[in-house]
């Protein structure tokens, strides 16, 4: 695949997340899906997911059929041309009427991300990143936030049930303990995308799928933050702990990350 196939799957994908943000800020105004049936405890998924979710994978599919596609709704497997997608990250937001949601697009090939898209409807603002040329807002150029240390930084801790509650409260305990000033926004796409553009200075979960990160791990590191690595092949289907945050405060998230989660000792994978 060439470098103009990934940029034409780039553009594709913003035209895609603009037109799939109309179909969620549509139902999202009307209050129509915000309606939605469970899939676990504060794991909603809408009637606008499930559109979105078809709408997308049928513009991808018939844009570039050669493609994988893997969705948070449909499932997928991954690929050496794969598309990853969170059809809306934050739908406990968006099912409640808080406008804290987007619509999150990566592309990968060969099991690394080439292109990310996060577009928030409501703000109408969308977060674009191709490796290698930097991350942009609305087509600004965006950098991560030069952070003194933990008392001048905020950090997105994100919440599941997927991971032991004694390990959040951890968490959260050593952020406050280290002097952090931390939000639980309930979006790992738009944590990712505010730490990109420097609004906040880390995001942290303990564990997510790859569609609500991958577009917006492009963004932190094309913005010139640091990244988790997040395993591709298998590990696309699975949860794992992720964190993003700009490099003056790398060393001391990991640290309280490792210090919150069990079994001790893991590390967090890292590329840089
Ligand atoms: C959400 C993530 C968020 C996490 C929620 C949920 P969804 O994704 O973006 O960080 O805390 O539990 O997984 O389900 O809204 O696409």
Same mark, same amino acid.
């Given at each position: 695949?060439?470098? *103009? =196939?990934?940029?034409r799957?780039? /553009?594709?994908?913003?035209?895609c997340?603009?037109q799939a943000?109309?179909?969620?800020r549509?139902?999202?105004?009307s209050?129509e899906?915000?309606?939605?049936a469970?899939?676990?405890r504060? =794991?909603?998924?809408?009637?606008a997911?499930?559109?979105? =979710?078809r709408?997308?994978?049928d513009?991808?599919?018939?844009?570039?059929?050669?493609?994988?596609?893997?969705?948070?709704?449909?499932?997928g497997?991954p690929?050496?041309?794969?598309?990853?997608?969170?059809?809306?990250d934050?739908t406990?937001?968006?099912?409640?009427?808080?406008a804290?949601?987007?619509?999150s697009i990566?592309?990968?090939?060969?099991?690394q991300?080439e292109?990310?898209v996060v577009?928030d409807?409501?703000s109408?603002e969308i977060f674009?990143a191709?490796r290698?040329q930097?991350a942009?807002c609305?087509? &600004?150029?965006?950098r991560? /936030?030069?952070? /003194?240390?933990p008392?001048?930084?905020?950090v997105?801790a994100?919440?599941? %049930?997927?991971?032991?509650a004694?390990?959040?409260l951890?968490?959260?305990? *050593?952020?406050l303990?280290?002097g952090?000033?931390f939000?639980?926004?309930?979006s790992?796409?738009?944590?990712?995308a505010?730490?990109?553009c420097g &609004?906040?200075?880390?995001f942290?979960?303990?564990s %997510?799928k790859?569609?609500?990160?991958?577009a917006?791990?492009?963004?932190?590191e094309?913005?010139?933050?640091?990244?988790?690595?997040f395993?591709h092949g298998?590990?696309l289907?699975?949860?794992?702990k992720?964190?993003?945050?700009?490099?003056?405060?790398r060393?001391?998230?990991?640290?309280l990350?490792?210090?919150?989660?069990t079994?001790r000792?893991?590390?967090? %994978?890292?590329?840089?």
């Open positions: 695949m060439t470098g *103009n =196939d990934i940029d799957r780039h /553009r594709f994908a913003q035209d997340a603009r943000g109309a179909i969620a549509h139902y999202f105004r209050g899906a915000l309606s939605s469970e899939k676990g504060h =794991d909603p998924v809408t009637q997911d499930l559109e979105i =979710d709408f997308l994978i513009q991808l599919a018939g844009a570039f059929p050669a493609d994988g596609i893997l969705t948070e709704e449909t499932g497997s690929a050496r041309h794969l598309w990853v997608i969170d059809p809306i934050g406990l937001n968006f099912a409640r009427g808080i804290h949601f987007a619509v990566a592309f990968c090939v060969d099991g991300t292109s990310g577009y409807p409501v109408n674009t191709r290698g930097g942009f609305n087509g &600004r150029p965006i991560v /936030r030069a952070a /003194r240390g008392s001048d930084a905020i997105d994100g919440y599941s %049930l997927r991971h032991p004694a390990d959040y951890g968490l959260i305990g *050593n952020l303990g280290q952090y000033a939000v639980q926004n309930g790992a796409a738009m944590g990712l505010a730490v990109a &609004r906040i200075d880390g942290c979960e303990l %997510l790859s569609w609500d990160v991958l917006g791990l492009l963004l932190v094309e913005a010139g933050g640091w990244t988790s690595d395993p298998p590990g289907l699975e949860n794992h992720v964190l993003a945050c700009t490099p003056s405060i060393q001391s998230l990991q640290d990350m490792l210090a919150a989660t079994p000792g893991e590390t967090l %994978l890292s590329s840089r």
